[in-house]
């Protein structure tokens, strides 16, 4: 694992199909995009390929341009919470810390060189209640609280 993850409990009992769909980060820890805005993700499963996933990330960068990155990641069949990017199996693309499937998942993720703890939401904001559930996640993982709100405002109309 890359050098700054200071603790990563991986979430037992992981159903990687059941976070299928589209997710907004909701806040970040560290700069994996060059901007903070309108960040988010769409995972698919591949259904003729067992382990496959299709990532598709959107987010606005720096010259308010929105932009697209598209990856294929496979799941660890050892711990199923755990994804590689398929064209480098030995590199890691993201660690569910835990997830309730419906309203927020906590991970950690890597877009090249860049890392970052998120927050992410299947709505553009998080009810106190699940917030509350996600900071038990980070406390257990003892992650550092140095969070940026990524602002969902003024996104395009597809967003």
Known sequence: ???RIMK????????????QGTWYVIRRNLELF????????????DSKIEDLYALTTHWINS??????TRFNIV???AHRARFFF??????LASITLGTDYDNYLVGFGVN?????????SRTKTLTPEHNAAANEILVKNEV????VDVSHDGCPAEH
């Open 1 to 3: 694992m890359p050098a």
């Open 8 to 19: 990563a409990l991986l979430m037992e009992s992981f159903d990687p199909e059941k976070i």
């Open 34 to 45: 060059d901007s903070v805005k309108c960040i988010k993700f769409d995972l698919k499963h």
């Open 63 to 68: 010259k308010s341009d929105y932009l697209e």
């Open 75 to 77: 799941d660890d069949r």
């Open 86 to 91: 398929e064209s480098q199996r030995d590199k």
């Open 112 to 120: 090249g060189v860049r890392e970052t703890y998120f927050v992410a």
């Open 144 to 147: 550092v609280r140095d969070w």
